[in-house]
Nanobody, 114 residues
Framework: VQLVESGGGLVQAGGSLRLSCTTS???????MRWFRQAPGKEREFVAS????????YYADSVKGRFTISRDNAKNTVYLQMNSLKSEDTAVYYC?????????WGQGTQVTVSS
Protein backbone atom coordinates (compact mmCIF):
# COMPACT_ATOMS: atom_id res chain seq x y z
CA VAL A 1 0.00 0.00 0.00
CA GLN A 2 1.27 3.44 -0.89
CA LEU A 3 -0.20 6.62 0.49
CA VAL A 4 0.44 9.98 -1.17
CA GLU A 5 -0.47 13.13 0.70
CA SER A 6 -0.78 16.66 -0.62
CA GLY A 7 -2.27 20.01 0.23
CA GLY A 8 -0.14 21.27 3.07
CA GLY A 9 1.26 24.77 3.18
CA LEU A 10 1.41 28.09 4.97
CA VAL A 11 -1.82 29.82 5.96
CA GLN A 12 -2.79 32.64 8.28
CA ALA A 13 -4.77 31.97 11.42
CA GLY A 14 -8.45 31.73 10.62
CA GLY A 15 -7.74 30.41 7.16
CA SER A 16 -8.43 27.06 5.53
CA LEU A 17 -6.55 24.22 3.89
CA ARG A 18 -7.59 20.92 2.40
CA LEU A 19 -5.32 17.90 2.64
CA SER A 20 -5.62 14.91 0.33
CA CYS A 21 -4.44 11.35 0.76
CA THR A 22 -4.62 8.88 -2.12
CA THR A 23 -4.10 5.19 -1.53
CA SER A 24 -2.88 2.67 -4.05
CA UNK A 25 -5.32 0.06 -2.78
CA UNK A 26 -8.06 -0.39 -0.23
CA UNK A 27 -10.53 -2.91 1.09
CA UNK A 28 -14.03 -2.30 2.35
CA UNK A 29 -13.00 -2.78 5.97
CA UNK A 30 -10.08 -0.34 5.98
CA UNK A 31 -10.12 2.78 8.08
CA MET A 32 -8.36 5.95 7.01
CA ARG A 33 -6.97 8.24 9.67
CA TRP A 34 -5.20 11.55 9.86
CA PHE A 35 -2.60 12.13 12.55
CA ARG A 36 -0.38 15.10 13.20
CA GLN A 37 2.89 15.72 14.96
CA ALA A 38 4.03 19.12 16.14
CA PRO A 39 7.68 19.84 16.94
CA GLY A 40 8.66 18.32 20.26
CA LYS A 41 5.32 16.57 20.68
CA GLU A 42 4.03 13.08 20.17
CA ARG A 43 1.99 12.14 17.14
CA GLU A 44 -1.70 12.58 17.85
CA PHE A 45 -4.94 11.40 16.27
CA VAL A 46 -6.92 13.98 14.32
CA ALA A 47 -9.75 12.25 12.48
CA SER A 48 -10.82 8.95 10.93
CA UNK A 49 -13.28 7.62 8.39
CA UNK A 50 -14.34 4.18 7.22
CA UNK A 51 -14.40 3.48 3.50
CA UNK A 52 -17.66 1.63 3.94
CA UNK A 53 -20.41 3.65 5.55
CA UNK A 54 -18.29 6.72 6.06
CA UNK A 55 -18.41 6.71 9.87
CA UNK A 56 -16.23 9.53 11.16
CA TYR A 57 -14.47 10.37 14.42
CA TYR A 58 -12.63 13.50 15.46
CA ALA A 59 -10.27 14.61 18.15
CA ASP A 60 -11.92 17.10 20.49
CA SER A 61 -9.38 19.74 19.49
CA VAL A 62 -10.61 19.80 15.88
CA LYS A 63 -14.33 19.08 16.22
CA GLY A 64 -16.40 21.69 14.42
CA ARG A 65 -13.41 22.96 12.45
CA PHE A 66 -12.11 19.94 10.52
CA THR A 67 -14.07 17.62 8.26
CA ILE A 68 -12.85 14.29 6.97
CA SER A 69 -14.40 12.85 3.82
CA ARG A 70 -13.67 10.26 1.18
CA ASP A 71 -14.09 9.70 -2.54
CA ASN A 72 -14.27 5.97 -3.06
CA ALA A 73 -13.96 6.25 -6.81
CA LYS A 74 -10.66 8.11 -6.45
CA ASN A 75 -9.34 6.13 -3.47
CA THR A 76 -8.82 9.50 -1.83
CA VAL A 77 -9.50 10.85 1.62
CA TYR A 78 -9.68 14.54 2.37
CA LEU A 79 -9.22 16.63 5.48
CA GLN A 80 -10.86 20.02 5.19
CA MET A 81 -9.40 22.30 7.83
CA ASN A 82 -11.17 25.55 8.62
CA SER A 83 -10.65 28.23 11.26
CA LEU A 84 -7.04 27.17 11.57
CA LYS A 85 -5.11 28.10 14.69
CA SER A 86 -1.41 28.37 15.36
CA GLU A 87 -1.65 25.22 17.47
CA ASP A 88 -2.69 23.29 14.35
CA THR A 89 0.84 23.72 13.01
CA ALA A 90 2.28 20.24 12.51
CA VAL A 91 3.22 17.60 10.02
CA TYR A 92 0.03 15.80 9.05
CA TYR A 93 0.19 12.09 8.29
CA CYS A 94 -2.30 9.87 6.55
CA UNK A 95 -2.72 6.33 7.88
CA UNK A 96 -4.52 3.33 6.45
CA UNK A 97 -5.45 0.56 8.83
CA UNK A 98 -7.12 -2.78 8.41
CA UNK A 99 -6.62 -6.48 8.92
CA UNK A 100 -2.85 -6.84 9.15
CA UNK A 101 -2.40 -3.39 7.65
CA UNK A 102 -0.87 -0.25 9.08
CA UNK A 103 0.52 2.04 6.39
CA TRP A 104 1.66 5.64 6.64
CA GLY A 105 2.14 8.45 4.19
CA GLN A 106 5.23 10.63 4.05
CA GLY A 107 3.55 13.55 5.80
CA THR A 108 2.70 17.07 4.69
CA GLN A 109 3.60 20.23 6.58
CA VAL A 110 0.88 22.61 7.72
CA THR A 111 2.03 25.92 9.15
CA VAL A 112 -0.44 28.41 10.59
CA SER A 113 0.90 31.90 11.18
CA SER A 114 -0.65 34.09 13.85
Amino acid sequence: VQLVESGGGLVQAGGSLRLSCTTSTRTFSDIMRWFRQAPGKEREFVASIKWTGGTTYYADSVKGRFTISRDNAKNTVYLQMNSLKSEDTAVYYCNQGGAGLDSWGQGTQVTVSS
